[in-house]
């Protein structure tokens, strides 16, 4: 993620509002980049990143998109200057990824076999008490499901015993002698091999 780099444009009304949570999030960030990594590893020593990242970007969505207390000139700048993921927040207007967690989680370059990341996958269809933890940025779900179980989950009628079923239905002899002339014609076909 690219530092917030500040332009001579001036900033439009409205920003100074909205000034001092940003200097927060600026200040969190360079906490974070500054931690100490011992004893991580390599990626984990950058999920704290990407998580005030997350936030600050969320921070600037909602107020625009939810709250509508900013104006689109000022939420263009905010992108523009680098407060907020302008590829992340046009994800997030999509129905299916409401609550993803960074852009590198749904590129299917940056994982194997061309999926996307472990963390897309909805809490349901995953075994219970299964921790689930991305690798590319620690967040642990953010698929966006409506907390239903899958149907493919769900459980099933108890299935009744043989018994209870009666007889099984009788068979047109017409396609009893058809699918017997098959069986004999792939076992012929099998031991000519």
Same mark, same amino acid.
């Given at each position: ?6 332009? *001579? ?8 509002? $909205? ?6 999030? =600026?200040?969190?960030?360079? +906490? ?13 020593s ?5 998580? $005030? ?6 921070? $600037? ?14 939420? +263009? ?11 992340? $927040? #046009? ?25 996307t ?14 921790? %689930? ?9 953010? #698929? *966006? ?8 989950? @769900? ?5 009744? *015993?043989? #018994? ?7 068979? +047109? ?6 699918? %017997? =002339?098959?069986?004999?014609?792939? #076992? @012929?076909?099998?031991?000519s091999?």
């Amino acid at each position: 993620m690219p530092k917030v780099k500040r332009s *001579s444009k001036r900033a439009p009304d409205g920003f100074d509002e $909205i000034s001092d949570k940003l200097t927060e999030f =600026e200040r969190k960030m360079r +906490d974070a980049e500054s931690a100490g990594h011992e004893g991580k590893r390599k990626a984990e020593s950058v999920w704290p990143i990407f998580r $005030i990242h997350h936030q600050r970007s969320r921070y $600037i969505y909602d107020l625009y998109y939810k709250d509508e207390i900013i104006t689109r000139e000022l939420y +263009d700048y905010l992108i523009e200057e680098g407060y907020a993921d302008g590829g992340l $927040i #046009s994800k997030w207007k999509k129905q299916g990824f409401e609550n993803l967690c960074c852009v590198k989680c749904i590129a299917t370059k940056e994982h194997t076999h061309g999926t996307t990341c472990i963390c897309r996958v909805p809490r349901n269809d995953l075994d219970p008490g299964k921790v %689930v933890e991305c690798v590319q940025c620690g967040c642990r779900g953010c #698929s *966006s499901g409506d907390g239903k179980p899958n149907k493919d989950k @769900e459980e099933q009628p108890p299935q009744r *015993s043989s #018994s209870s079923l009666g007889p099984p239905p009788a068979l +047109d002899p017409a396609i009893l002698m058809m699918m %017997v =002339e098959s069986m004999k014609k792939a #076992s @012929e076909h099998t031991a000519s091999k």
